[in-house]
Protein backbone atom coordinates (compact mmCIF):
# COMPACT_ATOMS: atom_id res chain seq x y z
CA UNK A 1 0.00 0.00 0.00
CA UNK A 2 1.14 3.96 -0.54
CA UNK A 3 0.54 5.65 2.36
CA UNK A 4 2.37 8.84 1.95
CA UNK A 5 2.86 10.31 5.40
CA UNK A 6 1.70 14.47 5.71
CA UNK A 7 5.17 15.43 5.84
CA UNK A 8 6.02 13.72 2.77
CA UNK A 9 6.40 16.99 0.63
CA UNK A 10 3.81 18.00 -1.79
CA UNK A 11 6.42 18.20 -4.46
CA UNK A 12 7.37 14.68 -4.45
CA UNK A 13 3.81 13.25 -3.99
CA UNK A 14 2.90 15.35 -6.96
CA UNK A 15 5.19 13.37 -9.23
CA UNK A 16 4.78 10.27 -7.36
CA UNK A 17 1.12 10.82 -8.42
CA UNK A 18 2.26 10.45 -12.32
CA UNK A 19 3.12 7.06 -11.95
CA UNK A 20 0.85 4.27 -13.11
CA UNK A 21 -0.98 3.38 -10.18
CA UNK A 22 0.54 -0.19 -9.64
CA UNK A 23 3.75 1.00 -10.02
CA UNK A 24 3.12 3.64 -7.38
CA UNK A 25 1.42 1.40 -4.65
CA UNK A 26 4.19 -1.16 -5.03
CA UNK A 27 7.44 1.12 -5.44
CA UNK A 28 6.01 4.89 -4.17
CA UNK A 29 7.09 4.21 -0.23
CA UNK A 30 10.59 2.53 -1.52
CA UNK A 31 11.27 5.62 -3.57
CA UNK A 32 10.00 8.09 -0.82
CA UNK A 33 12.45 6.23 1.49
CA UNK A 34 15.34 6.55 -1.02
CA UNK A 35 14.36 10.38 -1.74
CA UNK A 36 14.89 10.93 2.36
CA UNK A 37 17.93 9.32 3.01
CA UNK A 38 19.61 10.78 0.56
CA UNK A 39 18.19 14.03 1.74
CA UNK A 40 19.46 13.62 4.96
CA UNK A 41 22.82 12.59 4.01
CA UNK A 42 22.99 15.52 2.10
CA UNK A 43 21.83 17.81 5.49
CA UNK A 44 24.88 19.76 5.57
CA UNK A 45 25.29 20.89 2.38
CA UNK A 46 25.01 24.08 0.84
CA UNK A 47 21.58 25.51 -0.53
CA UNK A 48 22.59 25.14 -4.37
CA UNK A 49 23.17 21.70 -4.28
CA UNK A 50 20.38 21.21 -2.19
CA UNK A 51 18.52 22.50 -5.17
CA UNK A 52 20.78 20.71 -7.47
CA UNK A 53 19.49 17.78 -5.65
CA UNK A 54 16.10 18.42 -5.48
CA UNK A 55 15.87 19.05 -9.73
CA UNK A 56 18.26 15.83 -10.58
CA UNK A 57 15.07 13.60 -8.56
CA UNK A 58 12.44 15.96 -10.01
CA UNK A 59 14.00 15.21 -13.75
CA UNK A 60 14.92 11.38 -13.03
CA UNK A 61 11.08 10.87 -11.61
CA UNK A 62 9.94 13.13 -14.38
CA UNK A 63 11.74 10.78 -17.04
CA UNK A 64 11.24 7.43 -15.35
CA UNK A 65 7.20 8.20 -15.04
CA UNK A 66 7.20 8.67 -18.80
CA UNK A 67 9.20 4.92 -19.01
CA UNK A 68 6.66 3.65 -16.85
CA UNK A 69 3.91 4.47 -18.54
CA UNK A 70 4.83 3.72 -22.27
CA UNK A 71 5.72 0.43 -20.49
CA UNK A 72 2.42 -0.05 -18.84
CA UNK A 73 0.49 1.34 -21.93
CA UNK A 74 1.98 -1.38 -24.03
CA UNK A 75 1.28 -4.14 -21.91
CA UNK A 76 -1.96 -2.54 -21.77
CA UNK A 77 -2.61 -2.86 -24.97
CA UNK A 78 -0.94 -5.68 -25.91
CA UNK A 79 -3.77 -7.59 -23.17
CA UNK A 80 -6.70 -5.78 -24.51
CA UNK A 81 -5.98 -7.00 -28.24
CA UNK A 82 -5.52 -10.39 -27.04
CA UNK A 83 -9.21 -10.30 -25.18
CA UNK A 84 -10.94 -8.80 -27.76
CA UNK A 85 -9.69 -11.08 -29.86
CA UNK A 86 -10.70 -14.00 -28.16
CA UNK A 87 -14.58 -12.53 -27.72
CA UNK A 88 -14.76 -11.86 -31.28
CA UNK A 89 -13.51 -15.74 -31.64
CA UNK A 90 -16.25 -16.84 -29.50
CA UNK A 91 -18.70 -14.62 -30.83
CA UNK A 92 -17.74 -15.86 -34.29
CA UNK A 93 -18.08 -19.06 -33.41
CA UNK A 94 -21.92 -18.86 -31.68
CA UNK A 95 -22.84 -17.22 -35.53
CA UNK A 96 -21.03 -19.86 -36.99
CA UNK A 97 -23.08 -22.68 -35.05
CA UNK A 98 -26.53 -20.63 -35.04
CA UNK A 99 -25.63 -20.16 -39.14
CA UNK A 100 -25.23 -24.21 -39.30
CA UNK A 101 -27.76 -24.72 -37.75
CA UNK A 102 -30.26 -22.78 -39.78
CA UNK A 103 -28.80 -24.07 -43.17
CA UNK A 104 -28.88 -27.63 -41.99
CA UNK A 105 -32.74 -27.73 -40.33
CA UNK A 106 -31.65 -31.81 -40.26
CA UNK A 107 -28.74 -30.90 -37.26
CA UNK A 108 -30.91 -29.23 -34.99
CA UNK A 109 -28.86 -28.00 -32.10
CA UNK A 110 -29.29 -30.02 -28.76
CA UNK A 111 -29.69 -28.52 -25.36
CA UNK A 112 -25.90 -28.64 -24.51
CA UNK A 113 -24.99 -27.54 -27.90
CA UNK A 114 -27.46 -24.36 -27.43
CA UNK A 115 -26.53 -23.55 -24.10
CA UNK A 116 -22.10 -23.36 -24.83
CA UNK A 117 -23.27 -21.26 -28.36
CA UNK A 118 -25.38 -18.75 -25.74
CA UNK A 119 -22.48 -19.11 -23.06
CA UNK A 120 -19.65 -18.14 -25.96
CA UNK A 121 -22.12 -15.23 -27.62
CA UNK A 122 -22.60 -13.62 -24.20
CA UNK A 123 -18.70 -14.53 -22.75
CA UNK A 124 -17.65 -12.97 -26.33
CA UNK A 125 -19.56 -10.14 -26.14
CA UNK A 126 -17.84 -9.24 -21.87
CA UNK A 127 -14.70 -9.66 -23.35
CA UNK A 128 -15.33 -7.58 -26.63
CA UNK A 129 -17.06 -4.92 -24.51
CA UNK A 130 -15.00 -1.87 -23.01
CA UNK A 131 -14.87 -1.03 -19.35
CA UNK A 132 -14.83 1.73 -17.35
CA UNK A 133 -11.84 4.00 -18.24
CA UNK A 134 -10.57 2.29 -21.33
CA UNK A 135 -10.13 3.67 -24.47
CA UNK A 136 -12.38 2.30 -27.11
CA UNK B 1 18.02 -27.05 -17.41
CA UNK B 2 21.36 -27.43 -19.01
CA UNK B 3 24.58 -25.01 -19.05
CA UNK B 4 23.82 -24.47 -22.09
CA UNK B 5 20.13 -23.80 -22.07
CA UNK B 6 20.59 -21.34 -19.41
CA UNK B 7 23.32 -19.19 -21.05
CA UNK B 8 20.67 -18.78 -23.90
CA UNK B 9 18.08 -17.62 -21.45
CA UNK B 10 20.64 -15.17 -19.78
CA UNK B 11 21.52 -14.43 -23.13
CA UNK B 12 18.00 -13.22 -24.00
CA UNK B 13 18.20 -10.30 -21.30
CA UNK B 14 21.22 -9.08 -23.33
CA UNK B 15 22.31 -6.74 -23.84
CA UNK B 16 21.80 -4.42 -20.86
CA UNK B 17 21.49 -1.19 -19.55
CA UNK B 18 24.47 0.30 -17.50
CA UNK B 19 22.12 1.09 -14.98
CA UNK B 20 20.90 -2.40 -15.23
CA UNK B 21 24.56 -4.11 -15.07
CA UNK B 22 25.46 -1.44 -12.14
CA UNK B 23 22.14 -2.97 -10.41
CA UNK B 24 22.96 -7.05 -10.82
CA UNK B 25 26.79 -5.50 -9.67
CA UNK B 26 26.02 -4.50 -6.50
CA UNK B 27 23.53 -7.46 -5.87
CA UNK B 28 25.88 -9.69 -6.68
CA UNK B 29 27.80 -9.54 -3.23
CA UNK B 30 24.43 -9.64 -1.29
CA UNK B 31 21.18 -8.57 -0.83
CA UNK B 32 20.36 -5.01 -0.06
CA UNK B 33 17.73 -2.28 0.30
CA UNK B 34 16.93 0.47 -2.65
CA UNK B 35 19.15 3.13 -0.86
CA UNK B 36 22.13 0.35 -0.01
CA UNK B 37 21.98 -0.04 -3.83
CA UNK B 38 22.47 3.42 -4.55
CA UNK B 39 25.40 4.74 -2.68
CA UNK B 40 26.95 1.50 -3.43
CA UNK B 41 27.15 2.33 -7.30
CA UNK B 42 27.67 5.65 -6.08
CA UNK B 43 30.85 4.49 -3.98
CA UNK B 44 32.24 1.84 -6.65
CA UNK B 45 32.06 4.37 -9.34
CA UNK B 46 33.43 7.29 -7.95
CA UNK B 47 30.48 9.37 -8.30
CA UNK B 48 30.43 8.72 -12.02
CA UNK B 49 27.26 6.65 -11.96
CA UNK B 50 23.97 8.17 -9.78
CA UNK B 51 21.36 6.26 -10.37
CA UNK B 52 18.10 8.21 -9.30
CA UNK B 53 14.78 6.73 -7.28
CA UNK B 54 12.74 6.08 -10.02
CA UNK B 55 15.19 4.76 -12.51
CA UNK B 56 16.67 2.35 -9.84
CA UNK B 57 13.03 1.01 -8.97
CA UNK B 58 12.08 1.03 -12.21
CA UNK B 59 14.91 -1.24 -13.60
CA UNK B 60 14.29 -3.47 -10.34
CA UNK B 61 10.74 -3.75 -11.21
CA UNK B 62 11.19 -5.12 -14.37
CA UNK B 63 13.75 -7.06 -13.21
CA UNK B 64 11.81 -8.57 -10.83
CA UNK B 65 9.14 -9.32 -13.25
CA UNK B 66 12.15 -11.47 -15.85
CA UNK B 67 13.03 -13.18 -12.24
CA UNK B 68 16.62 -11.90 -12.81
CA UNK B 69 16.11 -10.30 -9.26
CA UNK B 70 14.14 -11.38 -6.46
CA UNK B 71 12.63 -9.58 -3.33
CA UNK B 72 13.78 -11.20 0.14
CA UNK B 73 10.75 -9.85 1.92
CA UNK B 74 10.68 -6.51 5.22
CA UNK B 75 13.85 -5.93 7.44
CA UNK B 76 14.99 -4.16 10.09
CA UNK B 77 18.65 -3.57 10.43
CA UNK B 78 19.65 -2.69 14.17
CA UNK B 79 21.33 0.69 12.67
CA UNK B 80 18.13 1.52 11.49
CA UNK B 81 14.49 2.65 12.56
CA UNK B 82 12.66 1.53 9.42
CA UNK B 83 12.06 -1.87 8.12
CA UNK B 84 12.97 -1.99 4.31
CA UNK B 85 12.47 -4.33 1.60
CA UNK B 86 15.39 -6.26 0.24
CA UNK B 87 16.12 -7.18 -3.05
CA UNK B 88 18.69 -10.42 -3.85
CA UNK B 89 20.12 -11.87 -7.74
CA UNK B 90 17.83 -15.20 -8.30
CA UNK B 91 20.85 -18.23 -9.81
CA UNK B 92 19.18 -16.84 -13.51
CA UNK B 93 19.91 -13.29 -12.47
CA UNK B 94 23.92 -14.23 -11.63
CA UNK B 95 24.03 -16.07 -14.78
CA UNK B 96 22.52 -12.87 -16.58
CA UNK B 97 25.17 -10.70 -15.29
CA UNK B 98 28.08 -12.85 -16.07
CA UNK B 99 27.13 -13.44 -19.72
CA UNK B 100 26.50 -9.16 -19.84
CA UNK B 101 30.63 -9.30 -18.53
CA UNK B 102 31.51 -11.59 -20.79
CA UNK B 103 29.70 -9.75 -23.80
CA UNK B 104 31.32 -6.24 -22.63
CA UNK B 105 35.08 -8.53 -22.23
CA UNK B 106 34.44 -9.30 -25.93
CA UNK B 107 33.68 -5.94 -26.88
CA UNK B 108 36.52 -4.65 -25.34
CA UNK B 109 38.79 -7.34 -27.14
CA UNK B 110 37.61 -6.70 -30.23
CA UNK B 111 37.92 -2.73 -29.38
CA UNK B 112 41.94 -3.62 -28.08
CA UNK B 113 42.52 -6.00 -31.54
CA UNK B 114 41.47 -2.15 -33.78
CA UNK B 115 44.03 -0.29 -31.16
CA UNK B 116 40.95 1.53 -29.99
CA UNK B 117 42.56 1.38 -26.72
CA UNK B 118 45.74 0.14 -25.16
CA UNK B 119 46.87 -3.10 -24.41
CA UNK B 120 45.37 -5.39 -21.47
CA UNK B 121 47.77 -4.27 -18.35
CA UNK B 122 49.50 -6.98 -17.05
Redesign the interface.
Known amino acids: MTTFSPRTPKLVRLVLGVFPAA?RT??GH??W???R??RR?LCNESFLLTIRFWI??M???????G??WC?SMSQQSYALALRRTAGAVLITAAFVNIAYDAISPKLRMGVLVALLTALAAVTGGLLIRNRPGEAP | MTPKQGRSAADSHLPLTPATFHILLSLFDGERHGYAIMTEVAERTRGKVKLGPGTLYTSLKRLVENGVVEETGEQRRPDDDERRRYYKLTPHGRAVARAEARRLEEMLRLARTKRLIGPQPA
Do not use: P, T
Open positions: FRYEIQCIDADGIADLGRSAVER
